[in-house]
């Protein structure tokens, strides 16, 4: 945005050096890629809105655990170290089957090219089929995002790797382009793009007009898992669980019940209730509490607000059930949780 006094305020998709003169002149500038975090954090007229990279990573865990039982997980990075690679991959790791062995295809794959950006970083010719073809099978195998997912695929056909019965395979960024054009078409998960773009904007709005913009940094959940052939048909039942867990991850910090996934699904509560205890080991409502106790988790570690604002934004109206709850499922109290994660970061 841009006025007579020349740029008052800016949303950040790059680093060049003049972003820090900006950030120096005092401009409102607000952030969404996580990599210039690092680099950027520490001016006062700096805020960040980034996608939940958490919330990405244990959903592709979670979809592949809904397919049966594979022999190893996999996941494919976007080189070098890149922060939101890094967090999508932690958390597949995290949620992924500990009866499997786990695999990185090594960054020492990667070379470069005398092309510039992310196109001049290419796989070594021959590595990632070589790591394909290593995976005990079945393989059940993440990438980064899309376009390292469609790699995938490609390795897949040169190395005659069945997809899926040998390597089912799972993108991130839902890119239609790519996912409905691969052999087999791709299974993507689709971040929150739109609301995150809101947010920042919002965010932009209320910093130029002076306003108070306490959060240093907001992060954007939400995300949806397209299903398409390169991981299994899923039979009805896991298709019904996987729609309840859409629909749960959308509304769980509007306060919703195991009731409003029943009407939105239309379906029994028995029936819903039994593929739940069969597929993923627990209720309806154990699901939602999940997915609330993780957004309040977030907030804890990213804002300022306080904890009884943190609780009703997450959907819990009982502040002293949400202390017992807290308390119980991670051990520390959620005035700790925030302190641990503050000494974390200093």
Same mark, same amino acid.
């Given at each position: 945005m841009s006025g007579g006094r020349g740029i008052d305020g800016c949303i950040l998709a790059a680093y060049t050096p003049a972003v820090e003169r900006l950030l120096e002149a005092g401009v409102p500038c =607000?952030?969404?890629?996580?990599?210039?975090?690092?680099k950027l954090c520490r001016y006062q007229s700096y805020r960040?809105?980034?996608?939940?990279?958490?919330?990405?990573?244990?959903?592709a865990a979670e979809h592949f655990g809904s397919l049966g039982c594979f022999s190893s997980y996999a996941f494919v990075p976007a080189p070098p170290a890149i922060r939101w690679s890094l967090e999508r991959k932690a958390a597949f790791r995290a949620a992924a089957d500990r009866r499997a062995e786990f695999f990185e295809f090594p960054e020492t794959a990667f070379e470069m090219t005398n092309l510039s950006g992310e196109n001049g970083i290419q796989m070594r010719e021959g590595a990632l089929e070589e790591f394909l073809l290593s995976l005990p099978k079945p393989a059940a195998v993440f990438g980064a995002n899309d376009v390292l997912a469609m790699q995938v695929l490609m390795a897949c056909r040169n190395a005659k790797l069945k997809v899926p019965s040998e390597v089912a395979v799972i993108g991130c960024d839902n890119d239609e382009l =790519?996912?409905?054009?691969?052999?087999?078409?791709l299974t993507s998960i689709q971040p929150n793009f739109d609301l995150a773009g809101f947010t920042a904007a919002a965010m932009l709005d209320d910093m130029m007009r002076g306003r108070a913009v306490p959060e240093k940094t907001v992060i954007i959940g939400r995300a949806k898992l397209f299903n398409r052939s390169s991981t299994c048909n899923l039979p009805?039942?896991? =298709?019904?669980?996987?729609?309840?867990?859409?629909?749960?991850?959308?509304?769980?910090?509007?306060?919703?019940?195991t009731s409003d996934v029943i009407d939105h699904l239309r379906v029994s509560r028995s029936l819903l209730d039994l593929r739940f205890r069969q597929l993923r080991g627990e209720s =309806?409502?154990?699901?939602?509490?999940?997915?609330?106790l993780e957004s309040v988790k977030r907030m804890l570690a990213g804002t300022n607000r306080k904890i009884?604002?943190?609780?009703?934004?997450?959907?819990?109206?009982?502040?002293d059930y949400l202390k017992r709850l807290f308390?119980?499922?991670f051990g520390v109290s959620m005035r700790e949780w925030r302190l641990g994660c503050r000494t974390r970061r200093t």
């Amino acid at each position: 945005m841009s006025g007579g006094r020349g740029i008052d305020g800016c949303i950040l998709a790059a680093y060049t050096p003049a972003v820090e003169r900006l950030l120096e002149a005092g401009v409102p500038c =607000v952030a969404a890629l996580e990599n210039l975090h690092g680099k950027l954090c520490r001016y006062q007229s700096y805020r960040a809105v980034f996608i939940d990279n958490a919330e990405i990573g244990t959903a592709a865990a979670e979809h592949f655990g809904s397919l049966g039982c594979f022999s190893s997980y996999a996941f494919v990075p976007a080189p070098p170290a890149i922060r939101w690679s890094l967090e999508r991959k932690a958390a597949f790791r995290a949620a992924a089957d500990r009866r499997a062995e786990f695999f990185e295809f090594p960054e020492t794959a990667f070379e470069m090219t005398n092309l510039s950006g992310e196109n001049g970083i290419q796989m070594r010719e021959g590595a990632l089929e070589e790591f394909l073809l290593s995976l005990p099978k079945p393989a059940a195998v993440f990438g980064a995002n899309d376009v390292l997912a469609m790699q995938v695929l490609m390795a897949c056909r040169n190395a005659k790797l069945k997809v899926p019965s040998e390597v089912a395979v799972i993108g991130c960024d839902n890119d239609e382009l =790519v996912c409905e054009n691969t052999k087999p078409q791709l299974t993507s998960i689709q971040p929150n793009f739109d609301l995150a773009g809101f947010t920042a904007a919002a965010m932009l709005d209320d910093m130029m007009r002076g306003r108070a913009v306490p959060e240093k940094t907001v992060i954007i959940g939400r995300a949806k898992l397209f299903n398409r052939s390169s991981t299994c048909n899923l039979p009805p039942s896991v =298709v019904l669980v996987q729609h309840a867990m859409d629909y749960i991850r959308e509304h769980a910090t509007d306060g919703i019940s195991t009731s409003d996934v029943i009407d939105h699904l239309r379906v029994s509560r028995s029936l819903l209730d039994l593929r739940f205890r069969q597929l993923r080991g627990e209720s =309806v409502m154990d699901a939602i509490l999940a997915v609330r106790l993780e957004s309040v988790k977030r907030m804890l570690a990213g804002t300022n607000r306080k904890i009884l604002a943190v609780g009703e934004s997450c959907g819990f109206g009982n502040p002293d059930y949400l202390k017992r709850l807290f308390k119980k499922r991670f051990g520390v109290s959620m005035r700790e949780w925030r302190l641990g994660c503050r000494t974390r970061r200093t």
